[in-house]
């Protein structure tokens, strides 16, 4: 497909679905659609791999520690609440 | 014609047997819920917040509030999934108006290439190459960077989704929404952020 084509409707189909994709949250036939499309549809498959790999990164974000002196002062804090009476 | 009842089936999760423990009254053994989830909800915080005095008031609300309420807990849903509905609660009564991160729609049609040099010819090396060659600090900042930049809506779903790891319908429990809005709202911030990276790829 020509760069001059990639306005096509179905290719703006697919995008929508790229992520449910990714998610394997499509059934059978829509993902052999995309399957099939992106096999011949380079932009497509371009905005599919980074999308994958955005993804991916996304998985990888770091925790920061939780400050100590916030860690014990929430337990002090909690130990002096009342104590609720168990479920009945 | 009577509805049919619904099964009042308690979700026994990993964190059932604490909880059942605290609700019979040992309640020294709360310190060790929030043991399991205090580094969780800060970063939850933090993400949603920013600031780090923001995100450790909306732990602590959060757990307040979860010791106030657990004995009204009931098992319909996974404890951590309740949890994260309180937290998530607590960071959008913090809302602060954020420069970094405007409240606004991320429409479909800005992701999408609108001219012919927008339209790629060629996988990245960003998306190609394996991601432990890929991955440093400034990288791992900059994505931290680009999710507080997303707006908070599209935000809370990404996070939920791909950081802390909760299923679209969990993540739609969590916020009260339903499916399809979780799935739009995350493909979009997924887009937000591809073209943050992007542009951080192109211009390094």
């Given at each position: 497909m020509s760069k001059d084509e990639h306005d096509h409707k179905h290719c703006l189909e697919l995008f929508e679905k790229l992520s449910e994709y990714l998610d394997n949250e499509l059934d059978e036939v829509a993902c052999?659609?995309?399957?099939?499309?992106?096999?011949?549809?380079?932009p497509c498959f371009v905005c599919l791999q980074t999308l994958k790999?955005?993804?991916?990164?996304?998985?990888?974000?770091?925790n920061r520690p939780i400050p100590e002196d916030f860690s014990k002062k929430l337990r002090e804090v909690i130990q002096s609440m009342p104590k609720n009476p168990p479920a009945g | 014609m009577t509805a049919p009842k619904r099964a009042n089936r308690k979700i026994k999760d990993k964190d059932y047997e604490?909880?059942?423990a605290i609700n019979s009254g040992q309640f020294d053994r709360f310190p060790d819920l929030v043991k399991r989830y205090e580094q969780k909800l800060y970063n939850f915080g933090l993400r949603m917040c920013r600031d780090a005095a923001d995100a450790e008031d909306t732990v602590q609300e959060t757990f307040l509030n979860v010791f106030r309420y657990l004995k009204d807990f009931r098992y319909e849903t996974k404890f951590k999934n309740w949890l994260y509905r309180v937290?998530?609660?607590s960071c959008l009564k913090k809302r602060r108006k954020s420069k970094f991160a405007p409240?606004?729609?991320?429409?479909?049609?800005?992701?999408?290439p609108q001219d012919e040099a927008e339209v790629p010819d060629q996988v990245p090396e960003w998306a190609l190459m394996p991601l432990e060659k890929l991955l440093n600090i400034e990288l791992l900042d900059?994505?931290?960077?680009?999710?507080?930049?997303?707006?908070?809506?599209?935000?809370l779903?990404?996070?939920?989704?791909?950081?802390?790891?909760?299923?679209?319908?969990?993540?739609a429990q969590i916020l009260n929404l339903s499916d399809a809005n979780v799935k739009v709202r995350l493909h979009r911030a997924r887009l937000f952020l591809r073209d943050n990276l992007k542009g951080y790829f192109e211009n390094e």
């Open positions: 052999k659609d995309i399957e099939k499309h992106i096999k011949d549809c380079v790999r955005t993804v991916d990164l996304c998985k990888q974000a770091e | 604490l909880i059942q937290a998530a609660s409240d606004r729609e991320l429409s479909l049609d800005e992701f999408f900059k994505i931290n960077e680009a999710i507080f930049t997303l707006p908070e809506k599209y935000r779903v990404i996070v939920l989704r791909d950081i802390e790891g909760f299923s679209t319908a969990e993540t």
